[in-house]
């Protein structure tokens, strides 16, 4: 359907057509369903609604609206539905019982959809704020339909505040329904919207933030975009205005409040988004404030913030804040934050009040603020600095000074893991002229969105440009310390981190860091004495604070990786937390990612779901491109095992990595894709997908063992896959590298693989010393998947050369810690690996007795359309064995193809 002229404004709703278009063709083929669409107040609700009924205007069609006015007439809205009924079908007495007016509701209706032969639509808008009898009888009608080609639509508000009677909203959720939600507008739709009703090309950072500032409420948006001129939008920290409507509102409710009321408002406005009561009262010179706190209150224009019991104030609605704060007049804004700098007692507040109070450049105040972020450096505390330097830039007389605290504010923001802020002020950035300073910070912006070439360009500029300033120098050395880790070259690492110590100040945050990542350095090139030392030390050089924090990290990561994941558990659990604007969300998401790794290896699943879901509700707040791939690697590979595949796939669309992306992208993207494939038997693409791994060069840290345990899935794809010789390649030299290092999982990983290679060529005795030696390697450890794997793996290598009960043994041992883990893929493969070699059973139609149990699952997978090469993979067989299987079936049930084979086999085990 093409817009009309009065939907030229409507932007998204695509995904919410759709699905009542989908459920409209299923209530027409499948008898009644019912629909409710929920949004938030101005998210287009209505709209959906209107341009829904518009589109199928051949259909007959019911429908009204809740009216609040008539939310306490009883059945007044389910009198209006009868009424709104197409023409011909005769009224009904009815009374206000609302069985009666349901059972009305469902004759009409019924009738009505078989007098238009394509069904009937039933809409009710508002369904909120209906009577409670209205909704009683449309529950009631909807179990009275009898299969009628009808599709019901309810229409509701959500969100906070609640609207509508609690009663009602009970109700509506009893109604069985599908939940047809309308999501907020995106980035791309904002600035589609701006470009349709504003003319305004909106800059992405702008878009951002307008995006952020409404919630994505198309009603907020088209009224900012049509109030606000579009000179505007061009500036990346501009103030973002408030609706007229919400001022107007606000405007009203403070002008009915009383004198006390209207100055604790203001003054909470002006303290920020929750401030205190005491600092509200205190401001506003009320030493009594509680009369005048349920006067505001009352008005909606405050509220006592949730679990605070009256000491934290909040405001109800969204832009009720900035609604008046807009209102206050230039002298009164002045006098009040400059009086708030007096009230507060945080330090940055404080300033930040001074900064709202000041109408001119104020070299001396920003000054002060440098000198505040400096000390929050010290700590860490990036937010904080970014905040400070940002307001410092703004107030600064001289021109170097501003272009100089943007590129440190930047630097900060990114140093929180604030990556999306920090990109909206890149154009600003990039404007400025270059120095090492300048593209020291747009490398470091490139590391953390994962742009490798781009942060190799940045870098090495800023480099050569570095001349005789050693603190510029430092801080480039940091970043390439940085831009090692993301690459996994511990080489590198360690002689930036070495050139950084040189370089920097003692303690200043570019030695702090590097001292706390160059362990990890160590690690990547066999070091693993050296980096335990190098974390000691960091970890008692900051006892706490965000430097602790990172060096916590960097220990759990290393302590996982050295066979230690109850020790890692707990150093990573102490990373995660982030205090509120101080700490790193960059390091904590870090630390989660290591936590989903850690918690999987302990056989932990749920709680290593619950790790990937937290980095994932942090990814989407910071932007951190470079740790995408790992946030989805561990939810890719648990789906997977749990035979959860549209979430596996889920997992790997959202954790894609590039092949010139940095190591610690690409290695779990690919490893993410090997594992899925693994999950369902398809050893060809496990080869195909690892193949670029075992290709890589240079290879950096891509061997030590324990970081990145991918070569056991890599080779042990080749044995399965037949291809030996490549096998016995790739084994032999990263068995002598975990031999010199002594490193006890990774020996039993390549140990099961060996064993199954020796299996393969008919070394038994030497498979079975190479599966007990796995066994042994892993028999102190906490890892019950790798057990289970090692057990498995020798379970049906022994079934293969004929040992049916020893395998028995291990399969069944498998079974259950596979079946304990959740890995259910791995419970299935046991089940049928158990009953393959079992006799048939007689009860089955004459001649399929005469199938083993192996070629009984043979001629049930090839009966389900599999091809004998996903039949092989599935069973952990060559195709040429699943060849000779087929052909013994054919003779033994005597057909000719597989057609009828299906036939016969689908129906014999119909029969049985």
Not at 232 to 245: I, K
Not at 497 to 521: C, D, K, M, Q, T
Request: charged content about 25%; overall charge neutral; glycine content about 8%.
């Amino acid at each position: 359907m093409n817009p009309g002229e009065d939907d030229v404004h409507v932007v998204g709703l695509t995904v919410e057509s759709e699905q009542l278009e989908r459920l409209l063709g299923e209530a027409q083929v499948g008898g009644p369903l019912v629909a409710v669409v929920e949004g938030r107040s101005g998210s287009g609700r209505t709209t959906l609604l209107r341009r829904f009924l518009r589109r199928h205007e051949e259909l007959p069609v019911s429908a009204a609206g809740a009216l609040p006015w008539e939310s306490g007439r009883s059945g007044g809205l389910a009198r209006r539905l009868l009424d709104a009924g197409p023409a011909g079908i005769p009224d009904t007495a009815v009374a206000e019982d609302p069985t009666d007016l349901g059972t009305a509701l469902a004759q009409r209706w019924v009738a009505s959809a078989a007098e238009g032969g394509g069904g009937l639509l039933v809409a009710v808008d508002d369904a909120d704020r209906a009577d409670t009898v209205s909704l009683q009888a449309i529950g009631s009608a909807v179990a009275r339909l009898d299969g009628a080609p009808i599709l019901l639509v309810l229409v509701r508000a959500t969100g906070w505040p609640a609207t509508g009677d609690p009663e009602v909203v009970d109700l509506l959720d009893r109604i069985p329904a599908v939940r047809v939600p309308v999501r907020p507008l995106g980035l791309e739709e904002t600035r589609l919207l701006a470009a349709r009703v504003a003319a305004t090309d909106l800059p992405s950072p702008v878009a951002r933030r307008l995006c952020d500032h409404t919630a994505g409420i198309p009603r907020d948006l088209l009224e900012l975009l049509r109030e606000t001129p579009p000179v505007r939008w061009s500036d990346w920290h501009t103030e973002l205005p408030v609706p007229s409507r919400v001022q107007h509102r606000v405007r009203q409710a403070l002008d009915s409040c009383s004198p006390e009321a209207r100055a604790l408002v203001e003054s909470a406005a002006v303290l920020g988004d929750t401030p205190r009561l005491a600092d509200a009262a205190s401001l506003a010179g009320l030493p009594q404030p509680i009369s005048a706190l349920d006067e505001a209150c009352a008005a909606g224009l405050l509220a006592p913030a949730t679990g605070y019991g009256l000491d934290a104030l909040a405001f109800p609605e969204r832009f009720v804040r900035g609604g008046v704060h807009a209102i206050l007049s230039p002298g009164a804004r002045h006098r009040l934050h400059a009086r708030a700098a007096d009230v507060v007692t945080d330090d940055l507040e404080r300033l930040r009040h001074r900064v709202e109070a000041a109408p001119l450049p104020d070299a001396g105040l920003a000054g002060e603020l440098v000198e505040l972020a400096r000390r929050k450096a010290d700590e860490g505390a990036w937010a904080h600095v970014a905040g400070a330097l940002i307001d410092a830039s703004r107030i600064s007389p001289s021109r170097a000074e501003r272009e100089l605290r943007l590129i440190q504010a930047v630097d900060a923001l990114a140093g929180a893991g604030l990556i999306g802020r920090a990109v909206d002020a890149l154009p600003d950035v990039e404007a400025l002229p270059l120095g090492p300073r300048r593209d020291a910070v747009l490398a470091y912006v490139a590391v953390q969105r994962g742009r490798r070439a781009e942060a190799v360009s940045y870098l090495d500029t800023a480099w050569r440009s570095r001349g005789t300033d050693r603190d510029a120098a430092a801080v480039v050395c940091q970043r390439h310390v940085l831009h090692a880790l993301a690459d996994w070259d511990g080489d590198e690492l360690v002689r930036w981190a070495g050139r950084a110590g040189e370089y920097a100040e003692p303690g200043s945050p570019a030695a702090v860091e590097s001292r706390a990542i160059v362990g990890l350095g160590h690690a990547a090139r066999g070091s693993v004495d050296a980096a335990f030392t190098a974390y000691r030390q960091a970890v008692a050089e900051s006892p706490s604070g965000p430097q602790h924090q990172r060096a916590r990290m960097g220990l759990g990561w290393l302590s996982l990786a050295q066979d230690e994941p109850e020790v890692a558990r707990r150093e990573l659990e102490f990373a995660v937390p982030t205090v509120r604007q101080t700490g790193s969300n960059r390091i904590s998401l870090w630390a989660l990612v290591w936590l989903a790794r850690t918690r999987f290896v302990l056989g932990d699943w749920p709680g290593a779901l619950d790790a990937v879901n937290q980095a994932e509700v942090l990814l989407g707040t910071t932007g951190l491109d470079l740790l995408r791939p790992l946030v989805h690697w561990t939810g890719a590979q648990v789906r997977a095992l749990r035979g959860e595949h549209e979430a596996a796939e889920r997992h790997l669309r959202l954790g894609g990595a590039g092949e010139q992306d940095y190591t610690v992208m690409t290695v779990p993207a690919l490893f993410a894709r090997a594992s899925v494939a693994e999950a369902a038997s398809d050893y060809p693409a496990v080869v195909r997908h690892l193949t670029p791994l075992a290709l890589r060069t240079p290879r950096g840290g891509l061997d030590e063992p324990g970081f990145w345990p991918w070569h056991d899935v890599y080779a042990n794809a080749l044995v399965v896959t037949g291809r030996l010789s490549e096998a016995e390649a790739f084994l032999a030299p990263h068995e002598a590298t975990v031999r010199r290092r002594g490193h006890r999982s990774a020996a039993a990983r390549l140990g099961y693989v060996r064993g199954r290679l020796l299996a393969a060529r008919g070394d038994l005795l030497g498979a079975a010393e190479a599966f007990d030696g796995a066994r042994a390697q892993l028999a102190a450890l906490p890892m019950p998947y790798e057990r289970a794997r090692v057990d498995f793996a020798h379970g049906i290598t022994l079934r293969r050369v004929g040992r049916r009960r020893d395998a028995a043994a291990l399969l069944t041992m498998a079974r259950q810690s596979f079946a304990a883990l959740g890995a259910q893929v791995y419970v299935e493969r046991c089940d049928r690996e158990l009953k393959t070699g079992r006799p048939a059973s007689r009860a089955t139609e004459p001649g399929t007795e005469k199938l083993t149990e192996q070629e009984r699952t043979v001629a049930t997978l090839v009966a389900t359309g599999l091809t004998n090469k996903e039949v092989a993979a599935s069973m952990l067989l060559s195709v040429k064995t699943v060849q000779f299987h087929l052909t013994r079936i054919y003779a033994k049930l005597d057909v000719r193809s597989r057609s009828e084979l299906a036939a016969r086999f689908v129906r014999t085990q119909g029969q049985r």
